[in-house]
């Protein structure tokens, strides 16, 4: 497993890393496995993706309702077809949630009542964040103090879990954990504070450059769906809608994401299976063996 946050340089690493092992790759990035999206989620390249086989990239679209168990069951899947070939696979992405399911398995949830979700997602399209963020402080309080309060997602989740059930989600988390039928090794890539930020600002700069812009312009008529309320793309369609000017949007997009950035950091650091690890996949290599 080779996690770490956004643009420290995971997709690189993990390429050589399947290289060496003549294996593939498992993406465990909540976003990149939507065929929609391309610039603004830092997929890999074309080339990339023909030098290595690659799940999770490009298999589900902005429609389909992918969640961490509907994660859990596909990792598993193609882990189970990559073993029958080989003694190694790599997983690699930043989504804490998805890498718990994957590893650790994931709670059974109740499914939600969709009139119900597309009266929030509409609410949330018109109100914005801080409308969202209120709502589930009132709704929810417990988990509105213990999660991240700036994620979109992860607030819509669970205010449409507890209109749709009554119940908060934390209370379907039971944490028990399932036994898995590989060994796994767990590292992240670390890299200094300055250096991941002065990334993050570059390759936001590179997405504009890239068209950025016109890929949003391109999804307007889906911005309501809950898998477009993402970093990259939330804030362009304000500015579109004229909140903001285009270079407030992109300060935004830089802001937003190293925000995003520093909670990965502060989640991979706080889990004990992790070794953080410079973004060199000789140095994994060596860890392997011991």
Known sequence: MIGG?????????SIQLAKHFHTEILSA?????YRELNIGVAKPTQQQLQEVPHHFINSHSIEEDVSAGVYERYGLEILRGIFEKNDYAICVGGTG????????????????NRVIEQEILT????????W????????DKAFFESSENMNPNRLLRALIFIRSTGQSIRSFRKHTGKRRNFAIQY????????????KINTRVDEMMTAGLLEEVVSLVGQKHLRALQTVGYAELFAHLQGTYTLAEAVSKIKQHTRNYAKRQITWF??????QL????YENIIKALKT
């Open 5 to 13: 946050a956004t643009a420290s340089g995971k997709t690189a690493v």
């Open 29 to 33: 990035d909540s976003r990149q496995c």
């Open 97 to 112: 949630l998805y890498i718990k399911a994957l590893c650790e398995g994931i709670d059974e949830m109740p499914a939600v």
């Open 123 to 130: 609410h949330y399209e018109t109100l914005g964040l801080e």
């Open 132 to 139: 969202l963020q209120n709502e589930v402080k009132q709704s």
């Open 187 to 198: 590292f992240a890539i670390d890299l200094p504070r300055e250096d991941l930020y002065e």
């Open 269 to 274: 650091r706080h889990q004990s299976d992790f």
């Open 277 to 280: 690890i410079a973004p060199d």
